[in-house]
């Protein structure tokens, strides 16, 4: 069986400056693909491209899904196929009804459009997964929202779309422990009816949630390892180093980690220096 996204020898640039290297990578069906890297190497920038960020500039390569062409795609054109991207930094727009958002959203994948008896049941039900009360569907989309509850609403819209292949971008950073539980409780429910996932995060705890079947490491924009799951246990005990030592690749860049128990850093060897 043809692999539902690959992606061969992608380069991408922003304002002249080369990102992406020459990424290549398949994900297949049904898989979740936990997508690591010390920050500033790509990763982000992979998600926006293969979405359609206009920003990202691909002077090189190829991304199919399901066969198709995506880089001939527009950005409707891509969702419309089945791709989903849940921001890590969701914008607020003014303006825009929050349900209005997303009936049309949800009518432009269907060939006959819900009837509002569907649309409410569907809504009602994608809100109380999320744990959002259903009254904000009255509210402009993510204005006055908490980051919380930003991360959730994405989430909120997977629901709704129903995409073959959600990609989630940092998706619990920012979330309290409570919140990080039922956005993982609802891409377990994905995963148990077949969705494919490719999530980005720089901590173990939601992929101890979500269980990836497979991880791959970006570094100075190349996939430097493929392999997994296991790959995020060593890199949450040992960070990156091991890649250098054992590969011998340089790490161009790495900014320094959110905070201690962020994946890349060992929080063994931090609380050791800060005497914890």
Known sequence: MPALLKIENLHVAVKGTEILKGIDLELNEGETLALLGPNGHGKSTLLGTI?????YEVTEGNIAFKGQDVLAMKVDERSKAGLFLAMQYPAEIPGVNSSDFLKAAMNARR???????EFYSKLQAAYKAVGIPFEMNNRNLNEGFSGGEKKRSEILQMLLLEPDLAMLDEIDSGLDVDAMQIVASAIKEEQAKGRSFLVV?????????????????IINGRVAVDGGPELIKRIDAEGYEWIKRELGIEIAKEESAMNEVSIGVCATRVAAKEGK
Request: glycine share 4%; hydrophobic share 40%; aromatic share 10%.
């Open 111 to 117: 060939s006959k459009p819900l009837t509002l008896f």
């Open 51 to 55: 979405m359609g960020n206009p920003i």
């Open 201 to 217: 995060s720089h901590y173990a705890r939601l992929y101890s949630m979500i269980n990836p079947t497979r991880a791959a490491v």
